[in-house]
């Protein structure tokens, strides 16, 4: 075995190696690394472990350049979880020498890496939990996976949904993602949180374009009141990103949205939906999340630096989002297209 470099974009090994592993998720495919190379101008890398030239453990890279937070590696910016992909052949020896590299890289280059998974292996990194993550195992039978989700808090609301009128859309067009982002706007507002660039929304329709995931829309008399992003690869559907319209929350819009989700990752064929990363102190999703039966966990990342970075919203991150919330419509996404390419 051999330990080297790859350009996960253009060489194909690195895209064989995903498709070829189940447990690869829609983070470490080269369509979502082009995206985040095109959008943000990070530079690309995989360190991987190799037998026979053919990758057996492998992690794509990014390299933040910024002025604001620092110069450092980042697996993977923009992506709330990302753990090395692990083929058939990736053993002990294996993930030692993965281990080793990651150590290199931080000493030859002398920055920081941050590895958005638990990696127990790597001598001197620090582990912290920084997030919580719910997973939902599924089966083909979409309707036994719906009867695990809490009666009261979610059946009933699917229902509700039904009789109201609501119903649901799964579409790849770049009209789609306009009308997530329409709401995407107006829920990170009330939020107090930047948004992304349009632009970074709309190079999503490339991934749907490779059957990487679709938008999920909520309807009722004419009007979109809710929407969802999911990426999808091998065996898992992600939740990236959802947005609704508040003034029709009564109608129970992201219950049928999700349930209808999970109908189509069942029927996908897929093993798990992940409700992506939520902050340890938002009790509410969290409980959400929980209310359809998905199994939670700590979320630790990984850090090969002298300290762990500093947690917590700081008085900074407060005035922000006051900003946010009283300035005009568009001061989120002003904000967002300025620093988000810095933060990851």
């Known amino acids: 075995m051999r330990v080297e470099h790859l350009d996960p974009i253009a060489d194909p090994r690195w895209a064989r190696f995903v498709e070829a592993t189940p447990g690869a998720g829609v983070f470490a495919h080269p369509a979502w690394l082009e995206l985040l190379a095109r959008q943000y101008r990070y530079a690309m890398s995989a360190v991987v472990v190799s037998d026979g030239g053919e990758p057996v453990l492998g992690l794509p890279i990014a390299r933040v350049e910024s002025r604001l937070t620092g110069r450092r590696w980042v697996a993977l910016p923009f992506s709330d979880v990302c753990p090395p992909v692990r083929g058939e052949g990736a053993g002990a020896e294996a993930e030692a020498a993965l281990a080793g590299a990651l150590t290199v890289l931080r000493r030859s280059s002398g920055l920081d890496v941050?590895?958005?998974?638990?990696?127990?292996?790597?001598?001197?990194?620090?582990?912290?939990?920084?997030?919580?993550?719910?997973?939902?195992?599924?089966?083909?039978?979409?309707?036994?996976?719906?009867?695990?989700?809490?009666?009261?808090?979610?059946?009933?609301?699917?229902?509700?949904?039904?009789?109201?009128?609501?119903t649901t859309r799964a579409r790849v067009d770049r009209a789609a993602l306009d009308e997530f982002y329409a709401l995407h706007l107006r829920t990170r507002r009330r939020q107090g949180v930047p948004?992304?660039?349009?632009?970074?929304?709309?190079?999503?329709?490339?991934?749907?374009?490779?059957?990487?995931?679709?938008?999920?829309?909520?309807?009722?008399?004419?009007?979109?009141?809710?929407?969802?992003?999911?990426?999808?690869?091998?065996?898992?559907?992600?939740?990236?990103?959802?947005?609704?319209?508040?003034?029709?929350?009564?109608?129970?819009?992201?219950?049928?949205?999700f349930a209808d989700a999970i109908r189509r990752a069942c029927a996908d064929g897929h093993a798990t939906l992940d409700?992506?990363?939520?902050?340890?102190?938002?009790?509410?999703?969290?409980?959400?999340?929980?209310?359809?039966?998905?199994?939670?966990?700590e979320l630790s990342y990984s850090y090969l630096a002298d300290d762990p970075p500093r947690e917590g919203n700081g008085l900074a991150h407060r005035l922000l989002a006051e900003v946010i919330r009283r300035g005009p419509e568009r001061t989120g996404q002003a904000i967002g297209t300025a620093l988000y390419r810095h933060v990851g």
């Open 114 to 166: 941050e590895v958005r998974d638990a990696l127990a292996n790597v001598p001197g990194a620090h582990v912290v939990p920084r997030f919580l993550v719910h997973r939902l195992r599924l089966e083909s039978d979409a309707e036994a996976v719906l009867a695990r989700a809490s009666k009261s808090q979610i059946r009933r609301g699917i229902k509700k949904a039904e009789r109201e009128g609501v």
């Open 195 to 257: 948004i992304q660039p349009k632009r970074f929304i709309r190079a999503f329709e490339g991934l749907f374009a490779r059957g990487l995931g679709y938008v999920m829309s909520a309807h009722h008399e004419g009007r979109t009141i809710s929407a969802a992003v999911f990426l999808a690869h091998g065996d898992t559907a992600v939740y990236k990103y959802g947005a609704s319209d508040e003034r029709h929350l009564n109608l129970r819009p992201n219950n049928l949205l």
């Open 275 to 297: 409700f992506g990363r939520t902050d340890s102190d938002n009790e509410g999703l969290a409980a959400f999340k929980r209310s359809w039966g998905a199994d939670e966990s």
